[in-house]
């Protein structure tokens, strides 16, 4: 595990070191989710962030339905 040391700036803010930014390929001005897990803080991209939810939805299947496949099939037909 990568650690980096950051310093809480005025108004509350952290910069990411550049390493990290392009190892993630997020740039100035990029729309980062930000949620606290466990007392943890946690940064996502908003690919990271759909990827987690989908992973949360997952785990909850009734008999031979998967909820998070029945959403997702309802939104594609809302868009249609």
């Not at 390493?19 to 980062?32: A, C, M, P, Q, S």
């Not at 946690?42 to 990827?51: D, G, N, P, S, Y």
């Not at 939810?53 to 031979?64: C, F, P, R, S």
């Amino acid at each position: 595990m990568k650690q980096f040391p950051v310093k809480l700036g005025e108004g509350g803010r952290v910069v990411i070191p550049v390493d990290v930014r392009k190892e993630l390929g997020i740039d100035v001005g990029d729309e980062l989710m930000l949620h606290m897990e466990e007392g943890k803080l946690v940064l996502l991209t908003r690919k990271q962030a759909i990827q987690y939810v989908q992973e949360q939805m997952a785990k909850y299947e009734i008999g031979d339905r998967v909820l998070s496949q029945e959403l997702i099939d309802d939104r594609r037909r809302e868009t249609e």
